[in-house]
Nanobody, 123 residues
Framework: VQLQASGGGLVQAGGSLSVSCAAS????????VGWFRQAPGKEREIVAT????????YYIDSVKGRFTISRDNVKNTVTLQMNDLKSDDAAAYYC?????????????????WGQGTQVTVSS
C-alpha cells in the first residue's frame, strides 16, 4: 500500500481544514491508519487513529472534540477533519498505515508512510 497525503493549507485560528490520505495498491481495509504531526523542533506525535473498518477511533486529548477521523474503504481514503484550529495544531501532518486488528499509537509501529502535508494556523 502506498499513501498520498493532501489537503493542508493556511487557516485562521478557529477555522477548519481537512487533510486526506489516499491509498493505492494492496487491500486498504487490512490496515489501521494513523495521522501524525510534527511541528518544527518537536517530535512527531500521534494525532488520531482509525481501525480497519472504521468502527473505532482514537484521539489525543488535545484534539478531542475538534478533530474527526473517518475512512472510506471503497475510495481508499482516510480524512482528518480539523475544526476550531489552534496555533498548537500547526505542523506537517503525515498519514501512516499499519496492518493488524488493533490500531497502535507508536510511530515506530507504522511501516507505511505518506509524505507530509503542511497545516499553518494564523492568529
Amino acid at each position: 500500500v502506498q499513501l498520498q497525503a493532501s489537503g493542508g493549507g493556511l487557516v485562521q485560528a478557529g477555522g477548519s481544514l481537512s487533510v486526506s490520505c489516499a491509498a493505492s495498491g494492496g487491500t486498504f481495509s487490512d490496515y489501521c491508519v494513523g495521522w501524525f504531526r510534527q511541528a518544527p523542533g518537536k517530535e512527531r506525535e500521534i494525532v488520531a487513529t482509525i481501525s480497519r473498518l472504521g468502527g473505532s477511533a482514537y484521539y489525543i486529548d488535545s484534539v478531542k472534540g475538534r478533530f474527526t477521523i473517518s475512512r472510506d474503504n471503497v475510495k481508499n481514503t482516510v480524512t482528518l477533519q480539523m475544526n476550531d484550529l489552534k496555533s498548537d495544531d500547526a505542523a506537517a501532518y503525515y498519514c501512516a498505515a499499519a496492518p493488524g486488528l488493533r490500531c497502535v499509537t507508536t510511530r515506530g509501529q507504522y511501516p507505511l508512510w505518506g509524505q507530509g502535508t503542511q497545516v499553518t494556523v494564523s492568529s
